[in-house]
Structure formats: C-alpha cells, structure tokens
C-alpha cells in the first residue's frame, strides 16, 4: 500500500462503522489507515498457553482457558449492579464477572458454546473469577491468525464499553493486512537496512501487530525505533544545517580591546578549564558567519555569568550591542549589579529594565537603546517589549531557559535584521542523551567542573522528631555569622494546605528565634513582588538572619553568607528541585548544609530521592536518577518539545538505537546533504511526506 492510500478514512475499512469510527477517532486519534497502522501495542501476552480451571492458582497472572458459558445472571449490589456469567470446563467452574457494558455482553454472550477468555483470575468467595475476561468463540478464535505473542493494544474504559475490544483492534488490524496485502512502502535507503539487518518495512509492521516469536518481536521493534529516532534526529539535524547555511550571522571576527583588556587585568579569577572550553566554543561560533544558537549547561555556581559576561564584551568589541534575560526581577537585579561590579572602570554602559522601572527612567534607556550609547542591557521578559529596539543588536543571552517560553525566546530572533547570535544558559542539568533529542537542533556546551576551593555542601536527612536538634544547629551557625534558609513546599493542589504550613513554620520559627537577637524574613508567592523584593533584600544585605520562604528562591538567588538550606517536607520535592535549591548555598568559602526534613512516612521513590542528595552534589549524576525515576515526562522543557510523541522508541531506554540514529542520520547529511542520490531518494520522499502530516513533532525554532 502506498503513503497516499494509508491517507484513505478508517470509515472505509471493513467492520468499521460511522460508530466505531467516531470511537477510534475520539478515543485513540485514529482517522486513517495509517493511524491505526501505527496504532502499537503496549505489550504482549504469550498466549501459546492454555490452562485448566483445576490448575489455576491464587496469584496467577493472565490465564487463557477453554470453557463454555451454562448460565448468567445480574447480581445487585451495593451500589449498581454486575453480571455474573458460570463458566465450566472439565475440570471446574469459575466465574466471569463484569461491572460494566453490562447491556452489551448480555445480549451478545452466547450459552453452551465453547470460548476461549482470558484474563486474570481473582479468588472470591472461595471461587475464581475473571472480571471483564477477553472472549471469543472458539470457532472464531481458530479462524484467526495464529501469533504466539498477543499483542495488547492501549484502550480506554469507554471503548471497552462500547464493545471495541483489544480482540477487535487485533480484527480491524487484520483486516487492514488483508486489504494491503500487507505490503507498505519502504521508508530506508536500502544501505541502511542492509548495514543493519533490518526488517523490511512491510516484515516489521506485520511483526509488530502480530509477532511470530519474540525473535521476529525484537527485530520488528528495532526497526520501527530505529526508524523513529532516525527521521526525528535528521529533522533536528537538517534544522540545525540550514541554519548554519542560510541563517547569516553577525560575524565576530575581532577579540579586541574590552575583551583583552577585561581578561588581562580585571578578571577576579582564573577560569576554570571548563569555562575557558566553553568560551574558545562560543568563539568559534561567533567568528563562523552563521548564527550561534548555543545551549551552556552548568550546575549551579559552576561560573555561568562571567562566560555570559565575556561573550557580551565579544560582542561590543564588534560594535554591537548585548542583552541578559532573566525569569525574575531579583535575578535580573542580582545580574546587573554582578555584572557592573564586574566591568568596574573598563568603560562599558549598562542599564537594567525590569518591570519596576520608572517610565522617565525606561525612555532613557529606550533612547539610548536606539543611539547605541548603551552597551549592555540587562532584564527581564520586559525585554521582549516592542518598544524596546536597539541600534545593533548582536547577542542575547537568556539565563535559565525553562522558565521562558519558546514564543518568547523568538521574539529575540527578531530584535535586528539579521538574528543575533542566542546564547541560553540553564542550570538545570540534561543528561546528554536526552539534551540530544530536546535539543538536537542547538549546539550545547557543558560546564562540567566547579571554581576551585569550593568546599562540597554537606548533606543530611533528618526526620522531624529531631527538630530541637537542628533549632540549635542553625543557632550555633547564626552565632558564626551565617544566615540559613528555611523553604517550604508549595504545590497548586494543596495551595491552602501548604501556605497553612508555611505560615505555622514561620510562627514557630519566630518563637524559637525572637526579636530583638534574631531577624527573620518570610517571601511566597501571596506577596505582592514589591513586598517579596524587600524582604528578599533584606536578607541579600544581611539584615536577617532566616529567610523563610517557599520554593520561590530556588532560581539562581546569590547569596554567599547563606549557609544553611532547611528544605522541610522534602519528601514532596522533586530531585532537581532539591538541587536547585541545595544550589542557593555553598557559594561562599564557607562549609556549607543542607538538611531534608522529613516525616518517618516515605515511598520507596522519595527514599531514593533523598539517598540521591545525600550520597551526591553531581548534577548530572542526580538527573539521571531523576530521569530513571521519572521517565522523560516531567523533565522541564519536555513536555513543549513533544517529545512525548514518541510512539515506539522510549527515549530513555532506547539510548543506544537513538545514538546509533543520529550517527547515521548525520553522516547521510555529510555526504549528501540534500539527500539526491538515488540511494537516500526513498528516505527524502519519507521526509517530506513525515513533515507534510505532521507525524514528525514540530520543534523549537
Ligand atoms: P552560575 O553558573 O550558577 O550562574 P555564577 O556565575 O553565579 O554561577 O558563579 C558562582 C560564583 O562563583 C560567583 O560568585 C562567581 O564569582 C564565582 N566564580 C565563577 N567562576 C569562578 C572561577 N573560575 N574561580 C573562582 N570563582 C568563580
Ligand atoms: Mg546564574
């Protein structure tokens, strides 16, 4: 069957009614041939196995038995009804049990007549019983094509109701074979399959629905992930090629004066190795013709700002202008005035815009934006603002990415003619084999070493009956100087349940620690921002000494003198966020905590959260737990990726078919990179027809 001819409306397959359609389509997306084509099993069942009601055990798992069906009946219960069905073989009786889609399986079940069910076996009143058994005739069942493997198709309760059974997906999937005659078009180059032994397109899909053994399984699946992550990768990768290509960049061709200068005699510090690799990649970029579009990982306090800093003076010695975004006022504050402390005298004009800029103050900067006076702007998303244009726009900077939208991001792409180069800088670690995939459209580099002398946070699980003990803890540090942080969890759903939290840690906070001895500052999200940025200043300038607050300090807050992070509830925090928020201390050269005050009640997983923070400061070793946790889902920036699209390949567990993808994929582009030769013909027309419905995700621009 060609691509064209899977387009055709699944209205048009046999056994598929306006009804049924309307169900597909509602309930699993499927519309076409195709979508049901692509429709893959979840799992599958080894169903060579039959057994006897005599022999089924109290912990049995899926069963498959021959039996007939001798009478049924509607029980009442408590609340609704169930129908109860007394199934037989010859060894014993059992019962079918159904609770829903009660009306249709009575007036379709047949008494007397030999079926196959299959389903998991409960014992209940001292009987077993099947609720909602997979059924069939077994004349019908005999008739089927026979797979060891039966595969199990996703499903939802209202499809079951109306009678759409896995068994019927299986059927229609059937049918769909029979009408192709089970031929689909080849999507890889013939290279390709052979290099890889793969199954010919039309062997893998008919493997998939309807396996032989679990050999063939295994083949079929590899193919089919394998050409998944393949067309993805050589999406991302031809993006990032045409933009090299056709995205003209500002060319940076000079180190000059200010770079020089600022290097020589005002750096604080020596790079470390990681950032000076960072910068040598940033440069390479900026002198390469082409638009720099360039993701900078680095942990918390792994020296960010000064390689943004230096890539800005890049930037002015070329004659154009540079900005810093960041996601708060106080970040953007904190930035602006590290940044100007940082320049000190070398003669660079720098201003910050933020949402609480006086407006006299605001058509300056606009002014001046526009003259080319200014050099440097720093901000948040009041940035973006349409008023806002510069003279020459070279460079932006965005400091932690996720809490920007992509729609924001490319207002930035068109604040000068020609884009300018994008520097994005996220603290939150990616393991790399998933920052491929997120962002295999953007170069990354990756700060992987922290500054020297930096003493390692030390870090502790304590349970809440042993609060007096960590009172006097932070008592004694306060008495060395140090200021701690105590941060509340503050989710959505329980939002009054958790600010009742806060607000009593706060009381007993307070009680524990009185004025006139002990200074203490409380920021959450109820405040209005002005409040919270006094309160947050207060303790900046060292005028409190806890900052009690909920998770709203976790992004990029500098504070050296703090010391200490109480994380209360932490069995309720994610690990990144733990470490997001371990990273407001240890930034000063003094020893620095963190303590994770929990309940005596975990999971399983929160025990392996807090095992993870107290065994380690790795970032990336601690998103790697996190992603093996989690799954790829909840990791920022995945869900807008859509890489959740994914309809075989798992991103996490297919490491190794996905880096294997992407080295194919970029050497087809190397050698023929608008793929002409009549070898890489087939997977060109694929590409195009991928992208014209859409069945590959759409990505960041
Ligand atoms: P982040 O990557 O979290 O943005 P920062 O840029 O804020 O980290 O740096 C954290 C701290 O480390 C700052 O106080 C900065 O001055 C200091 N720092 C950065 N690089 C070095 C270095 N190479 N040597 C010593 N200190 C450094
Ligand atoms: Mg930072």
Same mark, same amino acid.
């Not at 032994?197 to 032989?212: C, E, G, T, V």
């Not at 004066?257 to 990649?281: M, S």
């Not at 942080?485 to 349940?497: K, N, T």
């Not at 900046?540 to 010391?563: D, L």
């Given at each position: 069957?060609?691509?064209?001819?899977?387009?055709?409306?699944?209205?048009?397959?046999?056994?598929?009614?306006?009804?049924?359609?309307?169900?597909?389509?509602?309930?699993?997306?499927?519309?076409?041939?195709?979508?049901?084509?692509?429709?893959?099993?979840?799992?599958?069942?080894?169903?060579?196995?039959?057994?006897?009601?005599?022999?089924?055990?109290?912990?049995?798992?899926?069963?498959?038995?021959?039996?007939?069906?001798?009478?049924?009946?509607?029980?009442?219960?408590?609340?609704?009804?169930?129908?109860?069905?007394?199934?037989?073989?010859?060894?014993?009786?059992?019962?079918?049990?159904?609770?829903?889609?009660?009306?249709?399986?009575?007036?379709?079940?047949?008494?007397?007549?030999?079926?196959?069910?299959?389903?998991?076996?409960?014992?209940?009143?001292?009987?077993?019983?099947?609720?909602?058994?997979?059924?069939?005739?077994?004349?019908?069942?005999?008739?089927?094509?026979?797979?060891?493997?039966?595969?199990?198709?996703?499903?939802?309760?209202?499809?079951?109701?109306?009678?759409?059974?896995?068994?019927?997906?299986?059927?229609?999937?059937?049918?769909?074979?029979?009408?192709?005659?089970?031929?689909?078009?080849?999507?890889?180059?013939?290279?390709?399959?052979?290099?890889?032994?793969?199954?010919?397109?039309?062997?893998?899909?008919?493997?998939?629905?309807?396996?032989?053994?679990?050999? @063939?399984?295994? #083949?079929?699946?590899?193919?089919?992930?394998? $050409?998944? *992550?393949?067309?993805?990768? =050589?999406?991302? %990768?031809?993006?990032?090629?045409?933009?090299?290509?056709?995205?003209?960049?500002?060319?940076?061709?000079?180190?000059?004066?200010?770079?020089?200068?600022?290097?020589?005699?005002?750096?604080?510090?020596?790079?470390?190795?990681?950032?000076?690799?960072?910068?040598?990649?940033?440069?390479?970029?900026?002198?390469?013709?082409?638009?720099?579009?360039?993701?900078?990982?680095?942990?918390?306090?792994?020296?960010?700002?000064?390689?943004?800093?230096?890539?800005?003076?890049?930037?002015?010695?070329?004659?154009?202008?540079?900005?810093?975004?960041?996601?708060?006022?106080?970040?953007?504050?904190?930035?602006?005035?590290?940044?100007?402390?940082?320049?000190?005298?070398?003669?660079?004009?720098?201003?910050?815009?933020?949402? @609480?800029?006086? #407006?006299?103050?605001?058509?300056?900067?606009? $002014?001046? *934006?526009?003259?080319?006076? =200014?050099?440097? %702007?720093?901000?948040?998303?009041?940035?973006?603002?349409?008023?806002?244009?510069?003279?020459?726009?070279?460079?932006?900077?965005?400091?932690?990415?996720?809490?920007?939208?992509?729609?924001?991001?490319?207002?930035?792409?068109?604040?000068?003619?020609?884009?300018?180069?994008?520097?994005?800088?996220?603290?939150?670690?990616?393991?790399?084999?998933?920052?491929?995939?997120?962002?295999?459209?953007?170069?990354?580099?990756?700060?992987?070493?922290?500054?020297?002398?930096?003493?390692?946070?030390?870090?502790?699980?304590?349970?809440?009956?042993?609060?007096?003990?960590?009172?006097?803890?932070?008592?004694?540090?306060?008495?060395?100087?140090?200021?701690?942080?105590?941060?509340?969890?503050?989710?959505?759903?329980?939002?009054?349940?958790?600010?009742?939290?806060?607000?009593?840690?706060? $009381?007993?906070?307070?009680?524990?620690?009185?004025?006139?001895?002990?200074?203490?500052?409380?920021?959450?999200?109820?405040?209005?921002?002005?409040?919270?940025?006094?309160?947050?200043?207060?303790?900046?300038?060292?005028?409190?000494?806890?900052?009690?607050?909920?998770?709203?300090?976790?992004?990029?807050?500098?504070?050296?003198?703090?010391?200490?992070?109480?994380?209360?509830?932490?069995?309720?925090?994610?690990?990144?966020?733990?470490?997001?928020?371990?990273?407001?201390?240890?930034?000063?050269?003094?020893?620095?905590?963190?303590?994770?005050?929990?309940?005596?009640?975990?999971?399983?997983?929160?025990?392996?959260?807090?095992?993870?923070?107290?065994?380690?400061?790795?970032?990336?070793?601690?998103?790697?737990?996190?992603?093996?946790?989690?799954?790829?889902?909840?990791?920022?920036?995945?869900?807008?990726?859509?890489?959740?699209?994914?309809?075989?390949?798992?991103?996490?567990?297919?490491?190794?078919?996905?880096?294997?993808?992407?080295?194919?994929?970029?050497?087809?582009?190397?050698?023929?990179?608008?793929?002409?030769?009549?070898?890489?013909?087939?997977?060109?027309?694929?590409?195009?027809?991928?992208?014209?419905?859409?069945?590959?995700?759409?990505?960041?621009?």
């Amino acid at each position: 069957m060609n691509a064209n001819d899977l387009q055709t409306p699944i209205t048009y397959l046999k056994g598929v009614g306006p009804n049924r359609a309307q169900l597909l389509q509602s309930e699993l997306g499927i519309g076409t041939y195709e979508d049901l084509l692509y429709l893959f099993p979840n799992r599958y069942i080894d169903k060579t196995q039959y057994y006897k009601i005599n022999q089924l055990q109290r912990s049995s798992a899926d069963v498959q038995i021959v039996g007939k069906i001798i009478h049924i009946k509607t029980v009442e219960q408590k609340k609704g009804k169930r129908l109860v069905a007394t199934f037989i073989d010859d060894t014993g009786e059992m019962e079918l049990v159904w609770f829903r889609g009660q009306k249709w399986i009575r007036e379709n079940l047949k008494l007397n007549m030999p079926y196959v069910i299959f389903g998991r076996c409960n014992w209940y009143n001292g009987k077993f019983s099947m609720p909602h058994p997979e059924l069939e005739l077994l004349t019908e069942h005999d008739k089927g094509l026979k797979v060891a493997m039966q595969p199990v198709y996703p499903s939802t309760e209202k499809l079951g109701n109306s009678g759409i059974t896995n068994r019927v997906i299986s059927k229609l999937l059937q049918q769909l074979f029979l009408e192709s005659n089970g031929k689909f078009m080849e999507t890889l180059s013939d290279t390709l399959i052979h290099e890889l032994k793969l199954f010919s397109k039309s062997d893998a899909l008919f493997n998939i629905h309807f396996p032989k053994d679990q050999t @063939s399984l295994a #083949k079929a699946q590899f193919r089919l992930k394998f $050409e998944e *992550l393949f067309f993805i990768q =050589l999406q991302l %990768l031809t993006k990032k090629m045409l933009r090299k290509q056709k995205i003209k960049g500002y060319n940076f061709d000079q180190v000059g004066e200010l770079f020089n200068d600022f290097y020589k005699n005002h750096l604080p510090f020596t790079l470390t190795n990681a950032q000076k690799k960072v910068i040598k990649e940033i440069r390479a970029d900026l002198g390469s013709n082409a638009q720099m579009n360039r993701l900078l990982q680095g942990d918390v306090g792994s020296g960010k700002t000064i390689v943004a800093l230096m890539t800005m003076l890049l930037a002015i010695d070329n004659g154009f202008q540079a900005c810093l975004m960041a996601p708060t006022e106080i970040l953007a504050n904190q930035h602006f005035n590290g940044i100007r402390e940082l320049l000190g005298a070398i003669g660079v004009n720098i201003a910050l815009l933020t949402g @609480s800029v006086k #407006k006299s103050a605001r058509t300056i900067i606009h $002014e001046q *934006l526009e003259s080319g006076e =200014l050099h440097i %702007l720093i901000g948040t998303h009041a940035l973006l603002e349409d008023k806002v244009q510069y003279k020459n726009l070279g460079l932006a900077i965005v400091d932690e990415q996720h809490r920007f939208g992509v729609a924001q991001r490319s207002k930035l792409w068109h604040k000068n003619e020609i884009p300018p180069h994008i520097l994005v800088m996220t603290a939150t670690p990616i393991p790399r084999t998933l920052a491929m995939s997120l962002y295999g459209d953007l170069d990354i580099s990756v700060i992987d070493e922290l500054p020297p002398g930096r003493k390692a946070i030390k870090t502790v699980h304590r349970y809440d009956s042993n609060r007096l003990k960590v009172f006097r803890f932070i008592r004694d540090e306060i008495k060395k100087g140090r200021q701690i942080y105590v941060v509340y969890p503050l989710i959505q759903e329980s939002e009054a349940l958790d600010y009742k939290d806060l607000m009593d840690g706060y $009381e007993s906070i307070v009680r524990e620690f009185p004025l006139p001895d002990y200074q203490i500052s409380i920021v959450h999200g109820k405040m209005k921002p002005a409040d919270k940025d006094y309160e947050m200043e207060r303790f900046v300038k060292g005028e409190t000494h806890i900052m009690v607050a909920t998770t709203v300090i976790e992004v990029g807050v500098n504070v050296p003198n703090a010391s200490v992070m109480i994380i209360e509830s932490a069995e309720r925090f994610g690990l990144s966020q733990l470490h997001q928020l371990r990273g407001r201390v240890g930034r000063g050269a003094d020893q620095s905590y963190c303590i994770l005050m929990t309940s005596h009640k975990l999971s399983a997983e929160a025990k392996t959260r807090l095992e993870t923070m107290v065994r380690t400061n790795d970032g990336f070793e601690i998103a790697e737990v996190d992603l093996r946790l989690r799954g790829p889902g909840d990791l920022m920036g995945t869900q807008q990726s859509g890489i959740l699209n994914l309809k075989i390949a798992d991103i996490v567990k297919d490491n190794d078919i996905l880096k294997t993808a992407r080295w194919y994929a970029l050497k087809i582009l190397k050698e023929d990179p608008s793929m002409e030769s009549p070898e890489n013909l087939v997977i060109r027309h694929t590409y195009a027809q991928m992208i014209k419905h859409s069945r590959i995700w759409n990505y960041i621009s």
